[in-house]
C-alpha cells in the first residue's frame, strides 16, 4: 500500500496508511494484513472466542469446558481421544478438563457398545441444562452480529471477515464497561510465594 492510501485501525475504521505510525513514512511494498484471508480469519475467531469465553465465565466454567459441552451436545457420547480432536487439543489436555466436568457432575462416562477397553462420555442433565443455557446467550449475540453487520456486507470474503471482527469487537460491540467486566474475571488471584523452608 502506497502513502495516502486508506488502512484500517483495528477497530475497523479506516484512515491514511501514511498516519497508522506518527511521522514513519511506509514501504511502498506494504499491504494490510486484512486483505488475507488467514489473518481475518484469525482475528474474528479470536473475537468469538472471547465472546464465548465470557459467557462461560459468567456461569463459572471455562472456554475449553464449553467447547466439550457444545461437541456432546451433538448427543453422541465420545472417547477421551474423540473429545480431544474435537476440541483441537491433545489428549492429555481434553482428559483434564474433562475430569474437571466430571467433577462438578456436568458429563459422566458410560461403557461403550462393543468395545470394554474404551470409556465414553455424555452430558448429564445438568450439562444438557448448561449447554442450553449458554447456547441460548451465543446464538443471541450471533443474531445481533448478523443484525449489526447489516447489507451489503462487503466486496469479498476477507471484507465480511473483517467487518465482523470490527463489529463484534471481542463480544463486547463496543460496550467498555462489559469489557472490563469480563477482562476482570479472566485474572486469576495470584499464587501465593513459597518461602523457603527454615532450618533449626
Known sequence: MCVGERAPDPDGVSRNYSEVVDDVVPDPRGTPAIDRLNYTAYRLSRALNRAAENTALARGITQPQLLILQVLGEGVPLSNAQVARRT????QAAHVV?????????IEKVAHPTNR????????????TELQ???AELQEREQRLSAELGTPLGDSLADVLTRAAG????GYFG????????????????????GRPRTS
Open 98 to 106: 474433562s475430569e474437571e466436568l466430571l467433577a462438578a457432575g456436568y
Open 133 to 135: 443455557e449458554c447456547t
Open 175 to 194: 460496550d467498555k464497561d462489559a469489557e472490563a467486566e469480563a477482562v476482570a474475571k479472566r485474572r486469576r488471584p495470584a499464587r501465593p510465594t513459597r
Open 167 to 170: 463489529v463484534l469487537a471481542g
Open 117 to 128: 477397553r474404551v470409556r465414553l462420555v455424555r452430558l448429564t442433565e445438568k450439562g444438557w
Open 88 to 91: 483441537f487439543v491433545s489428549s
